[in-house]
């Protein structure tokens, strides 16, 4: 019977005294052989002639009661090996163990590589499907716009296109909220000459009054959410004050600048021109001033002159120490930490620096070569006011970007080096204002709230 290991001598032991006994003590020779069989087992054979017989009856099977016995014994040695291993005792060699240990985390890192790739190569081709979709539509929109709105004398007219959907791009970066702080109403000047309307004055002065918003149109996208329109206070030709322009903030790749003949194209929803820009822009601070348009590039503290004319960038500059992306936006975030303006005295720039621990900080530039002429330090805190604006060298802020029954709460006189509170009823109709401008040649303040574009009428009081 095959055995192997301690348990196979115990066994060639015991069948040499069984043999010894069966024999009845006769000098007759038990044979014990051991060997290895075909499998690599250490097998022991027992072998004793028979007293009586000379050939073993068919029937009979040799002696039962001793292969049964054997049989059993065997059985259980057998069922010792499994549950042993192969190893003497039961054992298992340590290094094997290791093996495969690191075997197993092997593997099991190869199947999350797998996963990710196929991850990865799912985006991948998610984005693939979205640029040629987006492709699609560029070329169908330059088509339209090359075959121009102009038909062919004593044809029959030609239907407006439909507005155009634009379709959002890729969102990846969220709003950067901050709380809001409610500045209380100012006592410091009369009520009654800052909440009505006052006599308007031709020449600069001090606001006095906001009017209600008024719609000229509304972002049909989610790319929409927030933007910049405007119009040029001081055009150069070909360019006139009808010129309106729009750019769509929502994204990270923001390049389109859309160019319309006059503001009731824009609330049609279709642009004459559709400028892409060298360098996408940061957030919702461009001004157009003097046919250009004055930007922020993203992820940087410059700002850029992009000529409408020539379609280039023909100047940047860096505002030394301006905080950029995320450091000192306004309270409703949005990347908002440098904001372009314009008003009766030229361009502006308003931002913050480290050195000014967060509070507003005013540059006047050269318009052709973005130099900074001269600079002013505020002690107004920037994410703690929703937005702002120029009049007259006079900077103004708003107290909330969401709440309903807002105020222009702070004021800054550049001529004085000072600063009042104020209190000027300002309505958030749509509750969520992310771009504010002055327009000196209209004399209206131009803003987007909420997908909505909006102006606010205003009045100045005499000088």
């Not at 066994?11 to 006769?26: D, K």
């Not at 006052?198 to 959410?225: H, M, N, T, Y």
């Not at 389109?256 to 822009?281: S, T």
């Amino acid at each position: 019977t095959p055995t192997s290991g301690g348990a196979g001598a115990m066994l060639g032991v015991w069948l040499l005294l069984w043999g010894s006994v069966a024999l009845g003590g006769r000098a007759d020779t038990a044979f014990l052989r051991r060997a290895h069989d075909s499998s690599g087992h250490c097998t022991y054979s027992f072998t004793v002639a028979s007293p009586v017989e000379s050939a073993c009856p068919e029937a009979a099977g040799g002696v039962p009661e001793l292969r049964a016995e054997l049989a059993a014994l065997a059985a259980r040695l057998s069922r010792l090996e499994r549950a042993g291993g192969s190893a003497p005792g039961g054992a298992r060699d340590p290094q094997q163990v290791a093996s495969a240990a690191r075997l197993e985390a092997a593997y099991g890192e190869l199947l999350r590589a797998k996963s990710r790739l196929e991850e990865e190569k799912g985006r991948l081709e998610r984005e693939k499907e979205e640029l040629g979709r987006r492709l699609e539509s560029s070329a169908q929109e330059i088509s339209r716009l090359r075959a121009g709105p102009s038909q062919v004398a004593g044809s029959a007219p030609v239907p407006a296109p439909a507005a155009p959907r634009w379709e959002p791009q890729p969102l990846t970066y969220q709003e950067l909220q901050s709380e809001r702080t409610e500045v209380p109403v100012s006592r410091l000047l009369e009520e009654t000459a800052l909440g009505r309307p006052g006599k308007e004055d031709s020449g600069c002065g001090q606001l006095v009054w906001v009017g209600e918003p008024v719609v000229f149109g509304r972002a049909d996208s989610i790319a929409g959410k927030y933007g910049v329109w405007m119009k040029d206070p001081e055009p150069v030709p070909p360019f006139t004050r009808d010129n309106t322009w729009r750019v769509d903030t929502v994204g990270t790749e923001v390049r389109q600048l859309f160019q319309y003949e006059e503001a009731e194209q824009l609330a049609r929803g279709y642009p004459a021109k559709v400028h892409i820009l060298p360098r996408p822009l940061e957030s919702t601070g461009a001004v157009i001033y003097r046919g250009g348009l004055f930007f922020q590039p993203r992820h940087s503290r410059s700002v850029a002159r992009y000529d409408l004319r020539g379609e280039s960038i023909t100047a940047e500059r860096e505002i030394p120490g301006a905080g950029y992306h995320g450091q000192y936006p306004y309270s409703w975030g949005g990347y908002t930490d440098i904001d372009l303006a314009v008003d009766e005295t030229g361009l502006w720039v308003i931002y913050s620096t480290d050195k000014a621990r967060g509070a507003i900080v005013l540059s006047k530039l050269d318009p052709d070569t973005l130099e900074i002429r001269r600079t002013w330090e505020t002690n107004i805190r920037k994410r703690g006011v929703a937005n702002s604006f120029l009049i007259c060298g006079t900077l103004y802020t708003v107290s909330s970007y969401s709440a309903p029954n807002a105020t222009i709460n702070f004021a800054y006189d550049t001529a004085t080096g000072t600063s009042r509170a104020l209190s000027i009823p300002f309505e958030n109709r749509f509750r969520y204002l992310s771009m504010l401008d002055y327009n000196p040649a209209e004399r209206q303040l131009f803003a987007w709230d909420s997908f909505n574009m909006v102006t606010y009428p205003v009045r100045l009081s005499r000088a």
